[in-house]
């Protein structure tokens, strides 16, 4: 609630945010590519002081600067834990609450001012954590889950008499309440100089009241009848008005769950919230009046409003799969909105959940968001024909740039394709012309103005459906489109669906670039097809939980699709499911159960299982071989130690002599791998992960990686992928930019053997590779102007006795 006196912002919010020290094990492995200053773990709460704004953590607290939108010393602030609200008196003193027994090693329960001389208890000892602190006029009031101060009865609000807490006159107080839950959920409240509080009572000193109350100064009132069978969960001012939001279903008042008190009696606000909406969690209102608030949704987990006087107005979505924990002001006219998890809340993510809405035409926007990663889990990747990547998932931002569930990274920096698409996407692909297409679970695009229905091309500025797309007749909700093909003037599709363009197709579809039209599929495949790839002779390969296709029966699982005609696989796999298959030097691989392995290969005629060394195996989801010829897996497992390193990997593992062990790298701490692209020399990965661990002979130090990570060579990981090959070394190039003679210095000015010199772009493509020379003092030069580039920015990269180095360079053309 605001302060009547100074601008004050009360948050209770749980954001992950991650901090990436600077320490020399993290260097020696890591690219940090995440920025945020400081930040550990979950916030807990969000506090306005003047142009400050403290974060609170389990452990600490940060301050954010306002003016000039960074992060700052959080001075007496920085070691205190569990502040719940933060409020400053008119001669600057700064009062703090919350569930704290301690602060700064003092015992100080629950309540606390910042003096000269540092934190000081006030007044008598609460035996319970404060939640509101609110201050009008010459009065100061406390709310929260206490009954005593000292010896004296308070009951869960009190007042500050000048030397102690005082009760306002049997504080509240419901019947049967045994402790547990929180009383005065819906906070305390100054309109027009009353002060109100709101929750789940049905006392207020010795008036019966019904979860609303107003106190005068002398005595407490009933509040028009209140809101009986009601829980009340916010309360805000809104011109001049006392506006509460909650659960409202057992008052019997058609409120829509949320109402307004004029002074006389109860009212909608405007015409009520349209439909049958939730709960209402938050409430908040900017100095120009317009009301926002956020509800437990009707159709969604939650939605998002705003009032401007006239009508309501959805707003988008932030994040399907995550919830907003609080809606506040910041400084009067920023509204903030911080996100909670709902899947994982050990997850530690970056200031992606704390947002701010930028208006009508700009939207959502991130706090600082200085991390570059994605904020949602990436299901598949693929090459663009620029040399860019695309990744596909289900996520709302891109480094700092909203894009939902579809984006691309160009070595450098991340773009949006429109508005996204509103669900998961689980396959992407590029036709014969260069036109994007993606499937996977969703019906419209990101803007929700266009159904497309689980399939949708990229026209250049939107996305656009194929015909109706596809569905699954006997229950649209498991529609899914889970991989698709580029053959020749037709993309293919597969998974679970049955008509295309209201075209019967089962499992299978194709769509004509050509004539614009469905083509239904000959297969008649009995369950559906997972992946759908084609194989060096030409010829497609299809996998799934399909056991008949064609006419023929007992495929186990697979099939070859050869002109036209459906061939069997070996002898198939015994599994139920076999997600993928994959050639590599000249042997076919999948991911299904071979003799209880979850990766077999193709011996002959027969499905064996190709190597062991995987254990605690949920899935085996993709593979790749890098440039080095060697074959990685990545999916949900754990990968025996590499090299007796007493080191377990977790989602990747390479292919070493029939063993699957884990790479040199480090590890994966997250939920999954998903996908993986080679690319240069290096490996990209995707998936469901908040970070990436070096090994123990490298300090094990851990770096935030959000979804995305660089494996370099097979031996380094990056938190994001700048298609270079870079390592955390340091080399001096001059002048830069270059248009003639490039002067390299090595780390160390000692002699060197340099093996080799290559220069890369940031698309990672190979531009100019020499023989080492031998270097004396540490330097050497390279002779720009006679390669054949073009002016843009580029990599220098250098091998020299065991170790790489590299650095970005502008190159001038002249």
């Known amino acids: 609630m605001k302060n009547s006196c100074i601008p004050r912002v009360f948050i209770l919010t749980i954001i992950i945010l991650t901090f990436l020290s600077a320490e020399s094990s993290i260097a020696q492995n890591w690219d940090p590519g995440f920025d945020v200053p400081g930040v550990s773990t979950s916030v807990g709460g969000i506090f306005t002081l003047g142009n400050k704004v403290l974060i609170r953590q389990s452990r600490s607290m940060l301050a954010y600067d306002l003016e000039s939108e960074s992060w700052t010393d959080a001075g007496a602030f920085a070691d205190l834990r569990g502040v719940e609200d933060v409020a400053q008196l008119p001669d600057g003193t700064v009062i703090i609450g919350g569930s704290f ?28 954590p404060v939640r509101h602190i609110v201050f009008a006029g010459d009065r100061l009031y406390i709310g929260g889950d206490f009954n005593m101060a000292g010896s004296n009865e308070i009951n869960h609000v009190a007042e500050w008499s000048g030397s102690d807490w005082s009760p306002l006159e049997g504080g509240l107080s419901r019947d049967g309440f045994t402790g547990g839950e929180t009383i005065l959920s819906g906070g305390l409240q100054f309109v027009n100089d ?74 909608m606000v405007g015409a009520g919230l349209p439909g049958q909406v939730g709960s209402v969690e938050h409430i908040a209102v900017l100095n120009t009046g317009v009301l926002y608030l956020t509800t437990s949704g009707s159709t969604s987990m939650f939605e998002l409003w705003k009032y401007d006087g006239n009508e309501w107005i959805t707003l988008p979505l932030i994040h399907q799969n995550r919830l907003p924990s609080k809606m506040e002001v910041v400084s009067e006219d920023r509204l903030w909105v911080g996100m909670s998890f709902i899947i994982n809340p050990d997850d530690p993510r970056p200031d992606q959940y704390l947002f701010e809405w930028k208006g009508d035409g700009e939207g959502w926007a991130t706090v600082d968001r200085n991390g570059r990663g994605l904020d949602g889990p990436v299901f598949t990747a693929i090459n663009a024909p620029d040399g860019s990547v ?88 498991q529609t899914v489109v889970l991989d698709i093909l580029p053959n020749g003037d037709e993309i293919w599709l597969v998974g679970i669906f049955d008509t295309a363009g209201g075209v019967e197709t089962r499992y299978h579809a194709k769509w004509n670039i050509l004539t614009e039209t469905w083509i239904p599929s000959e297969l008649d495949l009995d369950e559906p097809a997972a992946s759908i790839s084609r194989d060096e002779d030409g010829s497609l390969l299809m996998s799934g939980w399909f056991d008949s296709a064609g006419g023929v029966d007992g495929l186990g699982r697979m099939l070859r699709l050869r002109d036209g005609v459906v061939e069997r696989i070996g002898n198939g796999s015994s599994s139920l499911f076999v997600r993928t298959l994959f050639r590599y030097a000249d042997t076919l691989y999948a991911a299904g159960l071979f003799e209880n392995q979850p990766i077999g290969k193709l011996d002959g005629e027969t499905w064996v299982p190709a ?33 007796g390193q007493q080191f377990e990997d977790t989602f990747v593992a390479v292919l070493k002599d029939g063993v699957w062990s884990a790479s040199s790298s480090g590890r994966i701490n997250g939920s999954s791998v ?114 054949l580039m073009t002016s843009g920015t580029y990599v220098l990269v250098v091998d020299f006795d065991g170790s790489r180095v590299r650095q970005k360079f502008v190159y001038v053309r002249q």
């Not at 500025?461 to 569905?471: D, H, I, P, Q, T």
């Not at 060394?613 to 130690?641: E, M, Y």
């Not at 070096?694 to 094990?700: D, F």
């Open 611 to 643: 190597g062991n060394g995987l254990s605690g195996v949920k899935s085996v989801r993709d593979f790749c071989v890098t440039p080095n010829n060697r074959l990685f897996a990545v999916g949900q497992f754990t990968a025996q130690p590499y090299d």
């Open 101 to 128: 027994t301690e602060v700064e090693g003092q015992p100080i329960q629950y309540i606390a001012a910042l003096m000269e001389s540092g934190w000081q208890p006030i007044g008598s000892p609460l035996n319970g």
């Open 674 to 787: 998903n996908a993986c692209m080679a690319r240069g020399d290096d490996l990209l990965l995707f998936g469901d992960f908040f970070s990436a661990q070096a090994p123990p002979s490298a300090g094990g130090a851990v770096a935030p990686s959000f979804n995305i990570a660089q494996l370099i060579d097979a031996r380094v990981l990056l938190t994001e992928p700048d298609f270079s090959i870079p390592s955390a070394a340091e080399v001096v190039v001059y002048p830069n930019p270059v248009s003639g003679v490039l002067n390299v210095r090595l780390p160390s000015e000692r002699h060197a053997r340099v093996q080799s010199i290559r220069i890369y772009d940031l698309a990672g493509r190979l531009i100019h590779s020499e023989d080492g020379q031998d270097s004396v003092t540490g330097s050497f030069q390279v002779n720009a102007s006679q390669i």
């Open 390 to 477: 695309v990744v596909g998932g289900n996520f709302a931002f891109a480094g700092p740039t909203p894009a939902r569930s579809v984006a691309r990274w160009d070595g450098s920096e991340w773009t949006a394709f429109g508005s996204g698409l509103l669900g998961d996407v689980n396959a992407l692909a590029f036709d014969s012309q260069g036109t994007l297409y993606a499937g996977g679970q969703f019906f419209f695009s990101g803007s929700g103005s266009t159904q497309v229905n689980h399939i949708a091309r990229w026209n250049g500025s939107s996305w656009e459906s194929l015909a109706s797309g596809v569905n699954y007749m006997p229950n649209l909700f």
């Open 194 to 267: 009353i002060l109100y509080a709101g929750g789940s009572f049905d006392m207020a000193g010795n008036t019966e009241v019904s979860n609303v109350a107003s106190w005068d100064g002398t005595a407490w009132s009933d509040v028009g009848g209140g809101l009986p069978d009601s829980h009340v969960y916010s309360t805000a001012e809104w011109n001049g008005k006392l506006v509460v939001g909650g659960d409202f279903d057992g008052s019997g008042m058609s409120l829509g769950n949320l109402a307004s008190w004029d002074g006389l009696s109860w009212n």
